[in-house]
């Protein structure tokens, strides 16, 4: 049982598909459970546990009754993915080799922790990533 997952809901549904498919496995050791790259639902786990699902933005609007409502909003980021990986900069080169776009280059970030290295950019739809290690 996953007692909580994150469930993305994307615009660009079959982009993000690619960009996760092909960045999980070697990332994290996700394995794709359920779904296609024609949506609306995909989802990723490690062992048993669901790490990441993804849903189609317009169809869940459609579930909520929230269609009229704009899609995109200009604000900061409310929620960031945060993946603790073996190499910040092989798992940051592999994200944009994939269709990840970059925010902040690979970094030491001894104010944050000890030995912390982090990573940050956006995938196809925009969501915001950290890659991490320490």
Same mark, same amino acid.
């Given at each position: 049982?996953?007692?909580?997952?994150?469930?993305l809901l994307v615009g660009r549904?079959?982009?993000?598909?690619?960009?996760?498919?092909? &960045?999980?496995?070697?990332?994290?050791?996700?394995?794709?459970?359920?779904?296609?790259?024609?949506?609306?639902?995909?989802?990723?786990? &490690?062992?048993?546990?669901? &790490?990441?699902?993804?849903? +189609?933005?317009?169809?869940?609007?459609?579930?909520?009754?929230?269609?009229?409502?704009?899609?995109?909003?200009?604000?900061?980021?409310?929620?960031?993915?945060?993946?603790?990986?073996?190499?910040?900069?092989?798992?940051?080169?592999?994200?944009?080799?994939?269709g990840g776009r970059p925010v902040?280059?690979?970094?030491?970030?001894?104010?944050?922790?000890?030995?912390?290295?982090?990573?940050?950019?956006? +995938?196809?739809?925009?969501?915001?990533?950290?890659?991490?290690?320490?």
């Open positions: 049982m996953d007692a909580l997952h994150p469930r549904f079959a982009d993000c598909f690619r960009f996760y498919d092909a &960045v999980l496995p070697e990332l994290i050791g996700a394995r794709r459970t359920r779904g296609a790259e024609s949506g609306p639902y995909a989802s990723w786990d &490690v062992g048993t546990e669901g &790490v990441l699902m993804l849903f +189609d933005r317009a169809a869940m609007a459609a579930v909520t009754g929230t269609t009229g409502l704009p899609a995109e909003a200009a604000a900061q980021d409310r929620a960031m993915l945060v993946s603790r990986v073996g190499d910040v900069d092989a798992g940051f080169e592999l994200c944009l080799r994939h902040a280059p690979p970094a030491d970030r001894p104010e944050w922790g000890p030995g912390l290295r982090t990573a940050h950019l956006r +995938d196809p739809d925009g969501n915001l990533l950290e890659l991490q290690s320490y």
